[in-house]
């Protein structure tokens, strides 16, 4: 097995630019003075353990969260401190799935994807359920818009939450753990549709995810957090690294599923006589 690209961006193509980072909550820092970049057509996952940052440094990039210090650059706009009409325009160039989906259960997915079209624009219905119908039919849910989210399987419920961040066109989408509670089958398709987004549509993609599958399936690049040090402890192609990493943390995490057959098999219980 091959990575599917191995993408070699040009400095001029830069999209998101994270400098000097620090994020926190009350006395706790999170993650302390991190910098990266993210370019442009270009599908980069966040990696690390549990509690290690990663939503949290999602949650930043996106604006919910407001750092310490540091800039967050979107398109050159700094979104940490921009106001007004300039921070809506910074806002309209992103989508975001979180990780349940956040689907509005009373509503179909056609008024859900429509939400940010009746929120942000003058379109008339018709319009925008021409729209919607659109985003569903590239998410692969095309003749489902009538659909509560309760008729449908956890995978189609996180294909329409991609499809209503995809309503407004924004350049870059924003995934929280998307294959989260998914079955291996259904993550692969999951997946194939991130690839088929990417370089079809050309979108930017920041993912959180710990799957490895789903890692080397997507990413051309991923930087990976480290909980202790609060701060990147890798960055670079996932097959590269997972090759040639020297760092025990990097080395772990991409090779924790070998040597599981050799361990030390637990004893069975003999069944009790009937």
């Known amino acids: 097995m091959v990575p599917h690209n ?4 040009s400095p001029s193509d830069t999209l998101i630019r994270v400098e000097h980072l620090t994020v926190g909550f009350d006395q706790e820092i999170v ?22 940052g990663k939503s949290t440094l999602l949650k930043n990039m996106i604006g919910l969260y407001q750092p310490r210090q540091g800039r967050i650059l979107i398109d050159g706009d700094d979104i940490v401190r921009a106001q007004g009409l300039t921070r809506k325009a910074i806002l309209r160039k992103i989508g975001v ?13 056609r008024e859900n994807v429509r939400l940010a079209l009746e929120e942000y624009t003058n379109l008339p219905r018709d319009a925008a359920d021409l729209i919607v119908s659109m985003k569903l039919y590239q998410v ?10 309760a008729e449908l399987s956890g995978g189609m419920q996180k294909r329409a939450a991609i499809a209503r961040a995809m309503v407004m066109d924004p350049q870059i989408l924003f995934l929280d753990e998307p294959s989260a509670g998914l079955d291996p ?29 789903s890692v080397f399936a997507v990413a051309d690049r991923v930087i990976m957090l480290d909980k202790h040090l609060k ?22 995490f991409f ?15 003999n069944p009790l006589p009937l």
């Open 231 to 252: 701060k990147i402890v890798a960055t670079g192609n996932p097959w590269e690294l997972r090759q040639n990493t020297d760092h025990p943390l990097v080395y772990q």
């Open 185 to 213: 089958i259904t993550a692969g398709d999951l997946d194939e549709l991130i690839l088929s987004l990417s370089q079809n549509l050309a979108m930017t993609f920041v993912i959180v995810t710990h799957e490895l599958p």
């Open 255 to 269: 090779h924790r599923n070998e040597g599981i057959s050799h361990k030390k098999r637990r004893t069975p219980v």
């Open 97 to 109: 799935m979180f990780q349940s989906g956040a689907l509005f259960g009373s509503m179909s997915l």
């Open 140 to 149: 692969g849910l095309h003749g489902y818009g009538s659909k509560m989210p």
């Open 31 to 52: 993650l302390q003075d991190i910098s990266f970049e993210v370019q442009r057509g270009e599908v980069l996952v966040i990696l690390g353990g549990s509690g290690c």
């Open 6 to 9: 191995l993408y070699s961006p």
